[in-house]
């Protein structure tokens, strides 16, 4: 009764990665529980998911070639616009979220394109990164996530959806995100590791708190609609304070090398799992995120169900 932090399978999106062929369901190795999926089982995956009471998906694609600008991304039948698509026709109320990135399309791996130096180049890279927002608008999506980290990509994907006529698509920014060791087994299923170097040029050094509320105020004067601070757990202290600070939805991701972690864990039965991912999502939703996004969420909300029914 007198409990004051309440999960909810509601306040869930479950992050899904999309590859080409079909019937696929391959799973990832570093992320047990989890799977490539082909577009013909989305429909599946769908109705699961409403089934659960999780109303929104994350996408992520694998496309069939990468090359040096990542074309891939913006193609109108491509991987992730495709996959939109079939979500939509599915279950038209289940809420589609596209991340807008360029490193699982580039063969280099990083998140723009680069100059002769191997260095990012900025400002090109955000034009491809709008076009690819507008081709996923196009396809359908509710949402549009970037999560690459250029500077001003935030305004400059909402002025090209408003020109595009998308003026009612949500902006989820990635405002405050680290260059993280977390990330590993994400690479891993998408395919999008760098080639060379890091990406320590675009995203956040871990020890800035400070400049990640720098970046989240910039995001929300640049036309964010939601900010996220990623990923969560070595975070929370950011998660709290940016909950304080601004009033906007704040999501928190809880990213694969978290997932992978306790998964590792409970396999050897080292730690009761259920017990551990329900304590360490409430954890993310005490400090202060309105929105988690999860690979735990389809099993969270099951336990959740069993527990409250
Ligand atoms: C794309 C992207 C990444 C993640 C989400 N979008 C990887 C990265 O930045 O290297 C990581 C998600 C996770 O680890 O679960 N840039």
Same mark, same amino acid.
């Given at each position: ?60 694609? &694998? ?48 998140? =723009?394109? &680069? ?17 690819? +927002? ?134 050897? =039965? ?10 360490? &999502?409430?954890?993310?939703?005490? +400090? ?22």
């Amino acid at each position: 009764m007198v409990r004051e932090t309440r999960l909810s399978p509601s306040q869930f999106i479950y992050p899904v990665f999309v590859t080409v062929g079909s019937d696929v369901r391959q799973p990832i190795p570093s992320m047990p529980g989890q799977s490539r999926l082909s577009v013909d089982q989305l429909a599946q995956e769908a109705a699961e998911l409403r089934s659960l009471d999780i109303p929104a998906v994350l996408l992520f694609g &694998l496309p069939e070639a990468k090359d040096a600008v990542g074309s891939g991304a913006w193609q109108a039948d491509g991987i992730v616009q495709r996959a939109v698509a079939a979500l939509k026709e599915a279950q038209p109320e289940l809420v589609v979220i596209t991340d807008v990135c360029l490193c699982e399309y580039t063969d280099h791996g990083h998140c =723009g394109v &680069l100059d002769d130096n191997g260095s990012v180049r900025n400002d090109a890279s955000v034009e491809l990164l709008a076009r690819t +927002a507008v081709s996923q608008a196009e396809a359908g999506a509710d949402i549009i996530a970037p999560s690459d980290m250029m500077d001003g990509r935030i305004g400059a994907v909402r002025r090209a959806l408003d020109q595009s006529g998308f003026v009612d698509r949500t902006l989820m920014a990635y405002s405050a995100k680290f260059a993280s060791g977390f990330y590993g087994p994400f690479r891993d299923a998408a395919d999008s590791a760098p080639q060379f170097g890091d990406r320590r040029g675009y995203q956040m050094d871990p020890p800035n708190g400070r400049e990640a509320m720098r970046a989240i105020e910039r995001d929300l004067a640049e036309g964010a609609d939601m900010v996220m601070v990623k990923p969560a757990l070595a975070y929370l202290d950011l998660i709290r304070e940016a909950r304080q600070r601004f009033d906007a939805p704040l999501a928190a991701y809880n990213v694969s090398g978290e997932y992978a972690m306790l998964k590792a864990a409970a396999a050897n =039965g080292w730690i009761d799992e259920e017990r551990v991912v329900l304590e360490t &999502l409430t954890g993310i939703k005490r +400090a202060g995120a309105d929105v988690i996004l999860t690979y735990h969420a389809k099993e969270a909300a099951r336990w959740l169900a069993r527990s409250n029914g």
